[in-house]
């Protein structure tokens, strides 16, 4: 049974930082490409950030010069640091595993505000 966890999520405010993390559990981690994407209310969910085995990254336009995504795949576990975060950052963040099949996690709530 597939799995991924996220955590890592809260309150913080503008200008802060917060690191998220997914953990996973039943899937080969090492091939799959592992994504961060979040839903703020009213809104589509959007990609956030996508990382590639071994470390090809790809981000959204709102996310580059902030965020990193990295991966440690020897403890099956993607990673997003988020720093200079901006109240409109404010949504779940969800974790995404993809190969032929595609995974999600519950999601992690980040609030950003003062």
């Known amino acids: 049974q597939v799995q991924l966890v996220e955590s890592g999520g809260g309150l913080v405010q503008p200008g802060g930082s917060l690191r998220l993390s997914c953990v996973t559990s039943g899937l080969t981690f090492s091939r799959y490409l592992m994504r961060w994407y979040r839903q703020a209310p009213g809104s589509e969910r959007e990609l956030v950030a996508g990382?590639?085995?071994?470390?090809?990254?790809n981000y959204a336009d709102s996310a580059k010069g902030r965020f990193t995504i990295s991966r440690d795949n020897a403890a099956n576990t993607v990673y997003l640091q988020m720093t200079s975060l901006k109240p409109e950052d404010t949504a779940v963040y969800y974790c995404n595993a993809k190969r032929i099949n595609e995974y999600w996690g519950q999601g992690t709530q980040v609030t950003v505000s003062s």
């Open positions: 990382i590639s085995s071994p470390s090809s990254t």
